[in-house]
């Protein structure tokens, strides 16, 4: 097991982790429900310190793909990935102190969570956005049989 078998093996948990959250706390929110919205907070939580080792090991996956020199991989695919993979980390972080400002920010007043739960959502629904985008990227960096075009 190489550097990019972990990166592959670990990508799939903010894809996943992500989708699953947003839904979670989507749910809670229109059932006004106190304790599933908790249960959101503290998965998106998770799942953005999860995060945290995929965009750690995506340098040391590009560094094994480079001493590989397979035909079909191209730097700039890489870059591509890694551009967005960038993006997609800050927002998925973001996602997560604003899960944690949620939760105090309930404790202390039931209309600052509310808001911050909005905001929270949001920072949900954007990080799905950069982080499908993102994996969209990294498949094509080595699998033909989902690019469009022989461009980044």
């Known amino acids: 097991m190489n550097y990019a078998h972990i990166h592959l093996i670990l990508n799939h948990i903010p894809v996943i982790g992500i989708g699953f959250v947003t839904l979670l706390l989507i749910v809670a929110v229109v059932r006004k429900s106190g304790e599933l919205i908790t249960a959101a907070l503290g998965f998106t939580i998770m799942v953005s310190l999860a995060t945290v080792?995929?965009?750690?090991?995506?340098?040391?996956?590009?560094g094994v793909l480079e001493d590989l020199h397979l035909p079909d991989v191209s730097k700039e695919r890489i870059e591509a990935h890694e551009e967005k993979a960038e993006m997609a980390f800050i927002?998925?972080?973001?996602a997560g102190a604003l899960a944690i400002?949620?939760?105090f920010a309930r404790r202390y007043s039931s209309k600052l969570g509310s808001m911050v739960i909005v905001l929270t959502l949001l920072a949900l629904i954007i990080s799905g956005g950069l982080v499908a985008w993102t994996a969209d990227l990294g498949g094509k960096i080595h699998h033909q049989e989902i690019r469009s075009d022989t461009g980044p």
Do not use: K, N
Request: hydrophobic residues 45%; without cysteine; aromatic residues 6%.
């Open 53 to 62: 080792p995929v965009y750690l090991t995506g340098p040391l996956a590009e």
């Open 91 to 94: 927002s998925i972080e973001a």
């Open 101 to 103: 400002i949620t939760l």
